[in-house]
């Protein structure tokens, strides 16, 4: 039986996933035009966000080797 792979976009997409169980992942809005954005915004969208429900499953279920 073969390998299963790694879906490669949810990897670039998916910060991390924690010894709970939690999935991680980034704010959007973070890449470009910052110059409209206070500074308090763009400290707000530089933590990392919790993927919950029906979203982390299917993240979990295309990236197992994430965990």
Do not use: D, Q, W
């Not at 924690?18 to 206070?38: D, E, I, P, Q, Y």
């Not at 400290?43 to 295309?62: C, N, P, Q, Y």
Request: proline residues 3%; charged residues 40%; aromatic residues 2%.
């Amino acid at each position: 039986m073969p390998k299963i792979k790694t879906h490669r976009g949810y990897k670039k997409r998916v910060k991390k996933v924690t010894k709970n169980g939690k999935v991680l992942h980034k704010h959007c809005g973070k890449s470009h035009f910052l110059a409209k954005r206070s500074s308090s915004r763009k400290r707000k969208l530089a933590v990392s966000k919790r993927t919950e429900g029906a979203e982390k499953k299917r993240i979990l279920k295309v990236a197992p080797n994430l965990r």
